[in-house]
């Protein structure tokens, strides 16, 4: 609180002040401010790290996935071709050109109208084989 002065009638009146003065506040933010500025970049810790090089080659883009349909009646295909479920592991394998199942991606698009015991038996069968990377495929409504 502070005090006004004012000339008037030669008597003074000692009334209060309301108004605040920002500008001390102003002054300490600032001079925070610039201790701030000045203070994190010395805080910040860093490290010299040698890394070791790589000696590995990128491998390249994914092939992409390859696709087997369970129809409505059971019926399995394999890339658009009908096959039988025996057969599919077999096909599978030639499809993608050598025995190595734990880096190809395998999606199975089941019919609306197939048993669900048909499509669990088709991704068992491929489990078995040995692919890990299965995936289930729907449409988009």
């Not at 084989?129 to 988009?140: Q, R, S």
């Amino acid at each position: 609180m502070g005090a006004r002065l004012s000339a008037g009638a030669g008597r003074y009146d000692l009334g209060q002040n309301a108004e605040i003065n920002v500008t001390p506040f102003v002054d300490v933010m600032l001079v925070l401010l610039i201790i701030f500025m000045v203070a994190a970049p010395l805080a910040t810790a860093t490290l010299k790290v040698e890394l070791p090089t790589v000696s590995r080659t990128p491998s390249g883009t994914p092939r992409p996935p390859v696709f087997i349909d369970v129809g409505a009646s059971g019926q399995v295909y394999l890339e658009g071709r009908p096959i039988a479920a025996g057969q599919l592991i077999a096909g599978l394998t030639a499809e993608i050109g050598g025995p190595k199942p734990t880096d190809e991606r395998v999606m199975v698009r089941g019919d609306k109208g197939a048993a669900y015991g048909d499509v669990v038996t088709v991704m068992n069968l491929l489990q078995q084989a040995g692919f890990v990377h299965l995936g289930l495929v729907g449409k988009e409504s």
